[in-house]
């Protein structure tokens, strides 16, 4: 059974953040409910592109946005989103999040987006 995560992740990357809102969202491999939370969460990530991007800018300390991998920006995008859109508990998002990032990157990359959506998680409510 496939992942609304891993699914949205392979859709975004095989376009791009830039073109979200092009991508198709039939979503046919995934059953109803998953479906649907990928549908929300493509849709939310659209809806908050300036507040995700400028979310990665400030909580990536010592990382020009520029220079994080496309790998690592659509995770901490995709990642971020579904943290605002509060569904499942935090430290569920952010462990897939970073599990996918270790399956499709490095460790290290893995770590750096922990890091992040820690923080993220941490004061996404004051932003």
Same mark, same amino acid.
């Given at each position: !059974?496939?992942?609304?995560?891993?699914?949205?992740?392979?859709?975004?990357? =095989? =376009?791009?953040?830039? +073109?979200?809102? @092009?991508?198709?969202?039939?979503? &046919? +491999?995934?059953?109803?409910? #998953?479906?649907?939370? =990928?549908?929300?969460?493509?849709?939310? &990530?659209?809806? $908050?592109? +300036?507040?995700?991007?400028?979310?990665?800018? &400030?909580?990536?300390?010592?990382?020009?946005?520029?220079?994080?991998?496309?790998? +690592?920006?659509?995770?901490?995008?995709?990642?971020?989103?579904?943290?605002? !859109?509060?569904?499942?508990?935090?430290? /569920?998002?952010?462990?897939?999040?970073? @599990?996918?990032?270790?399956?499709?990157?490095?460790? #290290?990359? =893995?770590?750096? /987006? $922990?890091?992040?959506?820690? &923080?993220?998680?941490?004061?996404? $409510?004051?932003?």
């Amino acid at each position: !059974m496939n992942d609304f995560r891993i699914d949205s992740f392979e859709k975004v990357f =095989a =376009a791009s953040l830039d +073109e979200i809102e @092009k991508i198709d969202r039939n979503f &046919t +491999e995934l059953s109803d409910n #998953q479906r649907l939370r =990928a549908q929300q969460l493509l849709q939310n &990530t659209q809806d $908050n592109k +300036e507040r995700i991007e400028n979310s990665i800018r &400030t909580y990536s300390e010592n990382w020009s946005y520029e220079r994080i991998g496309k790998v +690592e920006i659509i995770i901490l995008s995709l990642g971020i989103s579904e943290l605002i !859109m509060d569904l499942t508990p935090k430290k /569920v998002i952010i462990s897939e999040w970073v @599990k996918l990032c270790d399956k499709h990157s490095s460790s #290290q990359s =893995a770590k750096f /987006v $922990n890091g992040i959506l820690n &923080t993220i998680s941490e004061n996404i $409510n004051n932003e």
